[in-house]
């Protein structure tokens, strides 16, 4: 099972699941990713956590649980 529910996501073992990103300008409007881009995935065992317990780089990536 794959859900995301108030910053919080829940990955069962075994299973796998997508999120989709959206990129916006300031003005609202879409935003064209550049090769020269990179998106940053960051995973806290609490939002007020500052240590990162998975930490991702780069257009398209995966992770386990």
């Known amino acids: ?7 919080t996501i829940s990955v ?6 997508f ?3 959206s990129v916006k ?3 609202g409007t879409d935003y064209e990713l ?3 881009d990179t998106l940053v995935f960051s995973v806290r065992k609490k ?3 500052g ?3 998975l930490r991702k780089e780069g257009a398209e990536f ?3 649980p």
Do not use: C
């Not at 099972?1 to 108030?6: K, L, P, V, Y």
């Not at 069962?12 to 699941?17: E, N, Q, V, Y």
């Open 1 to 7: 099972m794959f859900t995301i529910e108030n910053n």
């Open 12 to 17: 069962t073992k075994g299973d796998s699941g």
């Open 19 to 21: 999120i989709a990103i």
């Open 25 to 27: 300008n300031p003005d």
């Open 34 to 36: 550049r090769d020269d």
């Open 47 to 49: 939002l007020s956590s």
């Open 51 to 53: 240590e990162v317990v």
């Open 62 to 64: 995966e992770f386990s």
